[in-house]
């Protein structure tokens, strides 16, 4: 191992200033689509997984004899995303640019950066009668998934998050409550009473209704870190495959959203270990949204991030070689672009995104012409 001596000289971890370059963006955002049209659309967000995380997935996750999970996107390429508040993000900002498909401000859930409304993908789903869900192994009133269902500029405002949320047309929600009774969180009863004005609850089992053709919109809510692991009873794979068969059985077009929290929860502590187990998890969730597109066709899989956490790199010390070692760089979000994966018809539509707000100008733009193709 002798030629690998230079490796081992300690070199202290340099950086330097270099100015932000605003570019704006081309004509792309005016692309149309013209291939085929997907009926379901399923949008997965891994929370703060960069390129950095997938490479620790690929080289330690997968075994020789199984085709990875990763390799079975047809489209794989990369988004900036980038706020309107220059080069970092935060996960309001990011998942309302890729739910609008307008850049906005840190902590801006569902406005602009003047605080303008901006209408969601889900609102356009409602109204050409798409069955919806939401998926996530974090609070529901969570950044990514309140995003994608309200419109505040108080991200900590739980009660009118979650007052919203009841107020939508939405199908399906399955996640976790957190910080019961602090500050603007309401206690576990009023959440509950304020659900279900909307939703019935389901119990652990996760049993659908098999009244009315299970029609009826439905939850499933959990205590705080009740369902983040992979060995939680259901954990994030499990709740995914009760929503898909939910969802399929509407005779209705869906939308569906899963979120994982876990890459970034550990990504802002440096857990390395929860980490992998997050990365496992989404490989697992992944397998079946991919399975299902694959046997049930018409399903557009998009695999995203709303920004890369901890700024991970995999790197070797070699003495343990070729054991990787993952070393941080920031206890923040880094600015490096993230993955942007698509599987099933629509795939390819998604393959010259550089913007996060890009992702939904395309994904409004899909289910738009939905309505006309249909007519
Ligand atoms: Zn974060």
Known sequence: MGS???FNINISISSSDIEFSPWQLTDNEEVEYVGEQPENIIIFIADGMGFGHLSIALQTLNSESQPSVWQEFEVKGWHDAR????????SEASATAMTTGTSTQFGHIGIDKDGKVLENIFEIA???????????DSYIWDATPAAFLAHTRNEDDARDILTQISATNLDLIFGELEDLGEDDVPEKDETMEILSKRFK??????KLPDDDNGSIPVMAIFDEDEIQDLDSSPNLTQLTETALKYMSSQDKPFMLLVESEEID???????????????????????VLLKFSKIRGKTLVLFTSDHETGGLAPVADFKRYPNLQIKWSTKDHSAAVVPLF???PGAEYFADVHR????????????????????
């Open 356 to 375: 996060n707000s890009e992702i939904g100008i395309r994904l409004k733009s899909l289910i738009s012409r939905d309505k006309t193709s249909n007519e």
């Open 265 to 287: 929860a550990a990504s802002h502590v440096h857990n390395s270990k929860r980490v992998i187990n997050g990365l496992k998890s989404i490989q697992q969730t992944l397998a």
């Open 83 to 90: 706020s309107a508040f220059g080069p970092l993000t935060d």
């Open 342 to 344: 698509a599987y099933g």
């Open 4 to 6: 690998f001596y230079f």
């Open 126 to 136: 409602y109204d050409q009668e798409y069955t919806t869900g939401i998926v996530t």
């Open 201 to 206: 609850l389901l119990d652990r089992t996760l």
